[in-house]
């Protein structure tokens, strides 16, 4: 069963331009999560979807990220301006939802920001 | 406020030697209480979890953790550590219901010398 993907990997990018990260969870997982984690920091929530639905957003600094997940399935988290400080990686998770959660996040590798 | 800390930034052991990582917790409601690993590169990974019940729990890797209520601690445990358990641990509250908004700990860097 493959695990949660994000893409891309690592990306640099000057300041003030746009980035997006996409990221398909586990496959029947109707819960996905956004998770922003800074360097020496553990991981805090940005936003999480019940389906297509955001049921907490927030955290999510909304005057420049943004976030969807149109059918319900994969995700796209969009930083437009980027700044310095946003510098940072980006984990999406996923968990079954529907009540068949167990407690546990699955989370991806994360996508990793650097801003020049 | 809710708040998970962790006191050591850094603990470095030697391998075979037994391990214990410190957890605390602020958390209004009962909480629920979670280990995490994550090796370079890596997702997190869930090492185990305490909802109810008896108060130690087993996890994966030989890994096992006390919660006390009484001290808000939820320790993370291991008699003899193994050189692949190297990583950043991290300890995590949530709520039944809402155990998405997990508030972690800033994490522990484990070493581990030969």
């Known amino acids: 069963e493959a695990g949660v993907v994000q893409s891309p990997r690592y990306k640099i990018i000057e300041k003030k331009q746009p980035v997006a990260f996409w990221c398909n969870p586990i496959?029947?997982?109707?819960?996905l999560y956004w998770y922003l984690q800074n360097l020496g920091q553990g991981p805090e929530l940005l936003i999480r979807?019940?389906?297509?639905?955001?049921?907490?957003d927030s955290q999510l600094p909304k005057d420049r990220f943004s976030a969807e997940r149109l059918k319900g399935v994969d995700s796209t988290l969009k930083i437009q301006p980027a700044e310095l400080g946003d510098s940072a990686v980006y984990l999406c998770?996923?968990?079954?939802?529907?009540?068949?959660?167990?407690?546990?996040?699955?989370f991806g590798e994360g996508s990793r920001l650097t801003v020049l | 406020a809710q708040s998970v800390t962790q006191p050591d930034i850094h603990i470095t052991v030697s391998e075979g030697a037994s391990l214990e990582l410190r957890c605390n917790y602020s958390y209004g409601a009962t909480p629920y209480l979670f280990w995490y690993v994550q090796s370079p590169g890596q997702g997190l990974q869930l090492l185990l979890k305490?909802?109810?019940?008896?108060?130690l729990v087993q996890g994966i890797k030989g890994f096992e953790a006390e919660f006390k209520r009484s001290q808000s601690s939820f320790n993370l445990r291991k008699p003899s550590v193994h050189w692949s358990d190297a990583a950043e641990y991290f300890c995590?509250?949530?709520?039944?219901?809402?155990?998405?908004?997990?508030?972690f700990g800033q994490g522990t860097t484990l070493q581990v010398k030969p």
């Open positions: 305490y909802f109810s019940g008896d108060t």
């Open positions: 979807y019940e389906n297509e639905e955001a049921v907490d």
């Open positions: 998770a996923s968990s079954p939802g529907g009540g068949r959660d167990t407690g546990e996040l699955f």
């Open positions: 496959s029947g997982h109707n819960t």
């Open positions: 995590a509250v949530g709520a039944w219901g809402n155990t998405g908004k997990l508030i």
